[in-house]
C-alpha cells in the first residue's frame, strides 16, 4: 500500500482546495449575519478565492518546474492552512477576503502540480490507476462542499469551515513529506512575472468593475473606469505575453479554433452552472427559512446527475464529435436554468428548483470530460501542460465572473420584485444582505413581498445563466472541429492520452483537468 501513498497525498490537497470553492456558498448568509456586512462583500468572500486560484494557476506551475514541484506543493499547502486560520480568525468581511485571497495563492500552488506529481510517481497501469482516482476525487470535492459546509455551519459555526483545513493540511505534509519525491522540469522556462501581474490585475479590475456596476449602476463613472482598467491590463498581458520568450500562455494557441472554442466553452460553463447557487443558498436560508445542511441537501441534485451522466457518458459517448457532447451539455445547462425560472414563483419552495438542477447536473456531466480531452487533442504534446492550465484558469475565472454578473442581476431583479410594494429604497440592499430572514421574524406579514421580491432576483439569475450557456454552446458549434486522426500528432483522448502528452512534455506541465 506504501506505492499509493503519494496518490494520497495529492488527493488530499485536491480535495480540500476544490471543496473550499463551494463549501462557504452555504455560510455566507451565517457570514453576513455575524459581520453585519453588505452583499458586495459576501461576492468577494467567493471571487477573491476564485480570483487567485485562476490568476495565479498558471505562473504557480512555471516556478514549480524551476525550483520543483514537492517544494511548491508543499509552500502552497502551509500557505493555504496559514490562511485558512486566518479565514477562521477574522474579525470582519475586509480582513476576511483577504485571507480568502491568499488562500487562493495557496490553492493555485496546489492545484498546478497535483498532476505533475502524480505523473512522476506513477507509470503505466499505476498511473492510469492515480490519474482515474485524482479525477473521482476531484469530482466528489464538488459534490461534498455544500454538504460539508452546510454540516460544519450548522453545527459548529461557520468559522470551522475554515478551521477544519488545519488537520487536513498537516496530515497531507506529513505524508508528501515521507512519500513525494521532488521532481523539476529538465528544462526550465523564465518565469513570465509582467504577465503573471497584468493577468492577475485585469481579471481583479473587472471582476470588481462587475461588482460596483450593482450597487452605482451600468453608467456610473467608477464601473466604467475600472472596466477601462482592466482591459488596459488585459491588453499589457497580451504584449507582455508576445513579447516574452517564455509566455506563461502562449497566445498563439488561440489561432486554433478549436482551443478558443473550448477556453469559451470553460470559462461560460462554469457561469451558467455554478455562479447561481450562492444567492440560491441565500434564498433558502434566509426566506425559506432552511438551515445550512438542507440547504446543501437541496443541492446535492445538481451535483449527483453530474457524477453520474460523467461516469456513463465516458463510455456511451465514445466516438462522438466533442462539438455534440460539448455543446449539447451546455444546452442542457441552458435547459436547466431556463427550467429553474419557469418553476419558481413567489411562494413556491425548494422542490420547484430540482428538476432544473437535475437538468444542469446532466448538462455538467456531458461537456466537462470531453473538455479537457478536446483541449489536449488541440495542442502539440509538448503545450499539453499549458493548455491544461489554461483550462483550469478559465473555469475559475468564469466562476468568478459569474458570480460578479449575476450578483449585479440579481440586485436588480430584487429591486424589480419590490417594485409597487411600498418598500423604501435600499430594502433590496437589506435582502441581498441577508438580512430578509430578520425582517421576517420582525414582520411575518412581510412574507408576500419578501418571496416575490426573490423569485424576481432568482429568476433574473437563471436567465442570465441560460443565456451564458447559449453563448458557449454557439462558440463550440462554431469553432470545435474534429480532432486529428490517431498518429497525426496530436494526443487523441482525455484520461491517460492526456495524462501521457503531459508526460512527455519536458517543461511547464500543469493541471489539465
Known amino acids: ?68 514541484r514537492r517544494a511548491v506543493y508543499l509552500g502552497g499547502l502551509a500557505l493555504f492552512a496559514a490562511s485558512s486560520l486566518a479565514c477562521g480568525l477574522a474579525d470582519g468581511p475586509g480582513a476576511l477576503i483577504a485571507f480568502r485571497a491568499v488562500q487562493g495563492v495557496g490553492a493555485a500552488a496546489m492545484f498546478a502540480t497535483t498532476m505533475a506529481l502524480l505523473s512522476q510517481a506513477y507509470q503505466g497501469r499505476d498511473r492510469g490507476v492515480a490519474f482515474g482516482v485524482w479525477g473521482a476525487v476531484s469530482g466528489a470535492a464538488a459534490a461534498a462542499g455544500p454538504i460539508l459546509g452546510g454540516l460544519i455551519t450548522e453545527h459548529f459555526g461557520w468559522r470551522w469551515i475554515f478551521f477544519v483545513n488545519l488537520p ?42 462587475l461588482i460596483r456596476a450593482g450597487e452605482d449602476g451600468w453608467g456610473a463613472t467608477a464601473p466604467l473606469v475600472l472596466f477601462g482598467l482592466g482591459a488596459a491590463a488585459f491588453a499589457v498581458f497580451a504584449v507582455a505575453e508576445l513579447r516574452s520568450a517564455h509566455p506563461m500562455l502562449d497566445l498563439s494557441l488561440f489561432r486554433d479554433r478549436t482551443f478558443t472554442g473550448v477556453m469559451a466553452a470553460a470559462l461560460l460553463l462554469s457561469g451558467a452552472a455554478f455562479s447561481y447557487l450562492m444567492y440560491v443558498s441565500l434564498w433558502l436560508q434566509t426566506v425559506e427559512g432552511m438551515g445550512p445542511v438542507g440547504a446543501g441537501l437541496v443541492l446535492v441534485p445538481l451535483s449527483l446527475a453530474a457524477f453520474l451522466v460523467s461516469a456513463a457518458a465516458g463510455r456511451l459517448l465514445q466516438g ?4 455534440l457532447t460539448i455543446g449539447g451539455g451546455l444546452l442542457l445547462i441552458v435547459a436547466g436554468a431556463l427550467l429553474q425560472a419557469w418553476m419558481l414563483d413567489a411562494g413556491d419552495g425548494w422542490p420547484a428548483l430540482v428538476p432544473g438542477l437535475l437538468v444542469t447536473g446532466a448538462g455538467v456531466g456531458a461537456a466537462l470530460p470531453p473538455l479537457a480531452a478536446t483541449v489536449m487533442g488541440a495542442v502539440a504534446p509538448d503545450r499539453a501542460g499549458m493548455a491544461g492550465g489554461a483550462l483550469n484558469a478559465a473555469r475559475q475565472l468564469g466562476m468568478a465572473f459569474g458570480v460578479a454578473v449575476l450578483g449585479t442581476l440579481f440586485r436588480a431583479g430584487l429591486a ?33 413581498w419578501v418571496e416575490e421580491a426573490f423569485a424576481s432576483g432568482l429568476r433574473e439569475t437563471f436567465a442570465a445563466s441560460g443565456v451564458m450557456g447559449l453563448l458557449g454552446a454557439v462558440a463550440v458549434v ?31 506541465e500543469r493541471t489539465p483537468v
Open 1 to 68: 500500500m506504501r506505492k499509493w501513498l503519494p496518490l494520497a497525498a495529492v488527493c488530499l490537497g485536491a480535495f480540500m482546495l476544490l471543496v473550499d470553492v463551494t463549501i462557504v456558498t452555504v455560510a455566507l448568509p451565517d457570514m453576513a449575519s455575524d459581520m453585519d456586512t453588505g452583499f458586495a462583500a459576501l461576492q468577494w468572500v467567493m471571487d477573491g478565492y476564485a480570483l487567485a486560484l485562476a490568476a495565479l494557476l498558471l505562473g504557480a506551475g512555471s516556478l514549480a518546474d524551476r525550483i520543483g
Open 168 to 209: 487536513v493540511c498537516a496530515l497531507a505534509v506529513y505524508v508528501t513529506l515521507r512519500a513525494v519525491a521532488e521532481s523539476r522540469a529538465p528544462h526550465t522556462r523564465g518565469l513570465d512575472l509582467p504577465g503573471m501581474a497584468a493577468f492577475t490585475a485585469g481579471a481583479g479590475l473587472v471582476t470588481y468593475a
Open 320 to 323: 462522438v464529435p466533442a462539438r
Open 416 to 448: 424589480d420584485g419590490l417594485a409597487g410594494s411600498g418598500r423604501p429604497e435600499g430594502t433590496a440592499e437589506v435582502l441581498a444582505s441577508g438580512g430578509a430572514a430578520r425582517l421576517l421574524a420582525a414582520a411575518p406579514a412581510a412574507r408576500a
Open 478 to 508: 462554431l469553432l470545435v472541429r474534429p480532432r486529428p486522426a490517431a498518429g497525426a500528432g496530436a494526443p487523441q483522448g482525455g484520461g491517460d492520452a492526456a495524462a501521457g502528452a503531459r508526460g512527455a512534455a519536458p517543461a511547464g
